[in-house]
C-alpha cells in the first residue's frame, strides 16, 4: 500500500506539466477556429448584401440608391463608398454607355479580414496568419433599360 501511495505522489505535478506543453497549441486551435467563424460570418454576410444590391440594381437606375442599399444590407462591415456597381453584357463585355433589359448588372465590394484573436497570438507564439483580401460580388439580370450604363464606383 505503501508502494502505491509513493508512485501517486511523485506523479502530481505531471499533469500542469503536460497542461503547460499543450496550452499553446490549445489556444491557437481554439483561437483560429473563432477567428475564422467571425471571417465566415463576416464574408456570407457581405455576399447576401452584395446580391441584395445586384436584385435592387436589377430594376433602378439610381447608383447611390444601389451602394446605399448594399452597405445598409452589409451592415458595419463595409460603407457606402466601398460598394462598386457595372454593367456587362450577356457574353461578358463591359457596357459603359447605355444598357438594355437582359444585360448583366454586377454589384461588388471589398471583403478584407485581419484575424485580431490570431494577431494577438503572435506575441506569444512566432506564428503568423496574414489577412485576407478579396472582392465579393453579386450580379442579377437587368429588367429595364439603363440610359447611364458607366456604372458608379467608389472614389479613388
Not at 17 to 33: N, S
Request: aromatic fraction near 6%; charged fraction near 20%.
Amino acid at each position: 500500500m505503501a508502494r502505491v501511495r509513493a508512485k501517486v505522489a511523485s506523479e502530481r505535478g505531471q499533469t500542469i506539466v503536460e497542461f503547460a506543453l499543450m496550452a499553446p497549441v490549445i489556444f491557437l486551435l481554439l483561437f483560429g477556429i473563432i477567428d475564422f467563424g467571425m471571417a465566415l460570418n463576416h464574408r456570407i454576410t457581405l455576399e447576401h448584401a452584395v446580391r441584395e444590391g445586384a436584385r435592387f440594381a436589377a430594376v433602378t437606375t439610381d447608383c447611390a440608391a444601389i451602394q446605399q442599399r448594399t452597405a445598409e444590407r452589409a451592415g458595419t462591415i463595409i460603407s457606402q463608398d466601398e460598394v462598386t456597381v457595372s454593367y456587362h453584357e450577356p457574353d461578358g463585355a463591359d457596357i459603359t454607355t447605355a444598357a438594355t433589359a437582359g444585360d448583366e448588372v454586377r454589384v461588388s465590394a471589398p471583403f478584407e479580414w485581419e484575424f485580431p484573436l490570431m494577431s494577438a497570438l503572435e506575441a506569444i507564439i512566432d506564428v503568423h496568419v496574414g489577412p485576407i483580401d478579396s472582392e465579393v460580388w453579386g450580379s442579377a439580370v437587368l429588367e429595364r433599360a439603363v440610359t447611364d450604363a458607366g456604372g458608379c464606383s467608389p472614389p479613388p
